[in-house]
């Protein structure tokens, strides 16, 4: 299984080779949904499932997750560095300053998805952010308590088996809204700690498993 987004971890499921299988013209087998495309593979190598502890890019994954509710990955990732700089290198500090009429210039912004709920989102996120940082030190710090501060690393056969959700994310996405975030229900926040390695769900006969293993 796979969805129609591009990757697991976010809305519509549907069918998939079961194993991982070469996708480029280096040979090594990756999960399925890495598919062909160069920018696709780049992020199934060196990103996806990779612990990330840096506070500014785990607020800039936060924000490219919320801003693929409804999008391929693939659009995400291709609108990447416009996003970085619309906001600022997706400093939060900026970013929480930003103003209604910073935000109409975005809406004109051909580079990202100019959707207004998103981009209010996005600054109301990072004003939450940096009210996480001054609570508890880093965002670093509170996210990863919710694996209990170390990743988790499925082992999983198929993408058929991957979840779209789980107990974790479920609280994750509980408590952000609780603390004022927005677009991170459950499956984003699912994606979430995929991207930032908070869990590994690469599955049997891909390159990178094999490489953890």
């Not at 693929?68 to 609108?79: E, H, V």
């Not at 919710?146 to 789980?166: D, H, I, K, Q, Y």
């Not at 930032?196 to 293993?213: E, L, P, Q, S």
Request: proline share 5%; glycine share 8%; charged share 30%.
């Amino acid at each position: 299984m796979r969805h129609r987004s591009g990757r697991p971890g976010v809305h519509w499921w549907a069918e998939v080779q079961p194993l991982a299988r070469e996708t480029s013209s280096d040979e090594r087998p990756r999960c399925a949904w890495a598919g062909t495309d160069p920018l696709h593979i780049a992020y199934h190598d060196d990103e996806w499932g990779v612990p990330l502890h840096d506070d500014r890019r785990l607020f800039e994954m936060l924000i490219l997750e919320g801003a693929q509710a409804g999008l391929s990955w693939i659009t995400i990732l291709r609108k990447r560095e416009a996003y970085r700089r619309a906001f600022d290198g997706f400093d939060p500090e900026k970013v929480a300053r930003f103003t209604p009429a910073r935000v109409r210039r975005l809406l004109a912004d051909r580079g990202i998805v100019r959707n207004r709920l998103k981009i209010e989102g996005a600054v109301r996120n990072a004003r939450a952010f940096l009210d996480v940082q001054r609570e508890l030190g880093s965002f670093d710090r509170y996210v990863w308590q919710f694996v209990g501060g170390g990743p988790r690393t499925n082992g999983w056969r198929s993408l058929a088996e991957v979840p779209a959700r789980t107990p974790e994310s479920d609280a994750l996405s509980r408590d952000l809204k609780r603390r004022g975030f927005t677009f991170v229900g459950s499956t984003i926040c699912y994606a979430f700690m995929q991207a930032t390695g908070m869990v590994d769900d690469h599955v049997a006969g891909c390159f990178r498993r094999a490489a953890r293993a």
